[in-house]
């Protein structure tokens, strides 16, 4: 076997378990992502069977670490990183840029491990794609107490005032919930919001429409049980874009778990003016699924300052409200009142 392939064969893998190391820490220490972490630990034992069959002792032999030219060659770049995702980016990319080079030189050892580390490098590049943009959602959308949903028609003043005050008031989450309004303007409105959102550090979710969720770059999308499949959403959307789902009663709440949104909102807690023809559940459904679930929760229906603090549940929860904030003279005071209730609950 040529001495030159197997010498890149084992620097290459070398790269690649350092690599996966470090996704692995990040997936586990900053983003404190179990499914990411899991996906990693798969792949970096997988990796390991690779090797052993594409050289194992016999490239670790032509290792000649001291004779290395590469080991003198480095960039300014290579010694900076922003901050901790910087230092994931990096490692993703070297990553694949490893596995490209163990799979071609591969070849020339053994076909079929150099297809099957093809295979990794395909895995890496959804793992990549997920750690970097949705797992940071998730992690941003785990730790939201507030979601307000906006109206235009409901707003006391303009709309675009009224989100700002309630992003100061504490929102984590603003949910643009138009039903009359034409797409074009509703689009309009949305790559308002996301720039109004962004500039506040909060997420964006469109309701009903994933298409324009997709367009103005939203966080996530809200479905209600008659509106898109939460599968259907990601195909639209993107598979980086959150998923949230409304469920009234334990059975639909079992359905929406089968298909895996990132939160489940639960409700009415209380009668609501949003939606008066659906049948109080009470806050025995928060319960009901915290007990069936580990995913984040919103509670919804109904929810005011005054009747926020009768919502307990064992686990940590968000409520999402319309008219208690966007309605109210002071929406970033009530934002605030909300908010706080939550969070002292939640401890």
């Not at 150099?114 to 295979?119: C, F, P």
């Amino acid at each position: 076997m040529d001495p030159a392939a197997l010498r890149i064969l084992d620097a290459n893998f070398n790269r690649a378990r350092e690599g996966l190391r470090v996704l692995e820490e990040h997936s586990r220490f900053a983003l404190n992502d179990i499914a990411l972490t899991e996906s990693l630990k798969q792949l970096r034992h997988d990796l390991t069977a690779a090797a052993a069959r594409l050289g194992g002792a016999e490239a670790l032999a032509c290792r000649d670490t001291p004779g290395d030219v590469g080991t003198q060659v480095s960039t300014e770049a290579e010694h900076v990183r922003a901050d901790t995702a910087a230092v994931a980016a990096a490692a993703a990319k070297r990553l694949g840029e490893s596995l490209r080079c163990i799979e071609e030189y591969g070849k020339l050892v053994d076909p079929s491990a150099a297809a099957q580390v093809e295979q990794l490098r395909y895995r890496l590049y959804a793992v990549e794609q997920d750690m970097l943009l949705a797992s940071p959602r998730r992690g941003r959308l785990r730790d939201a107490r507030l979601h307000v949903l906006v109206t235009a028609e409901l707003c006391r003043g303009a709309w675009p005032a009224v989100c700002k005050a309630a992003l100061a008031g504490g929102a984590d989450v603003i949910q643009l919930r138009e039903k009359s309004l034409n797409d074009r303007e509703l689009l309009a409105r949305a790559v308002r919001l996301r720039a109004i959102t962004q500039a506040a550090g909060a997420l964006l979710f469109v309701n009903d429409r994933p298409d324009i969720a997709r367009l103005c770059g939203a966080d996530g999308v809200h479905v209600g049980q008659t509106d898109l499949s939460v599968a259907d959403v990601r195909r639209i959307a993107g598979p980086t874009v959150l998923v949230g789902k409304s469920t009234h009663s334990a059975g639909e709440i079992s359905a929406a778990i089968d298909e895996t949104p990132d939160y489940i909102a639960v409700g009415p807690m209380f009668a609501s003016a949003t939606k008066p023809e659906v049948q109080v559940a009470g806050a025995r459904l928060l319960a009901e699924a915290a007990g069936l679930s580990d995913l984040p929760i919103v509670a919804i229906g109904g929810i005011t300052a005054s009747n926020v603090s009768g919502l307990v549940c064992r686990s940590p929860f968000a409520v999402a409200v319309s008219h208690a904030v966007i309605s109210a003279s002071d929406a970033a005071t009530a934002a605030r009142e909300i908010r706080g209730a939550v969070t002292r609950d939640a401890k």
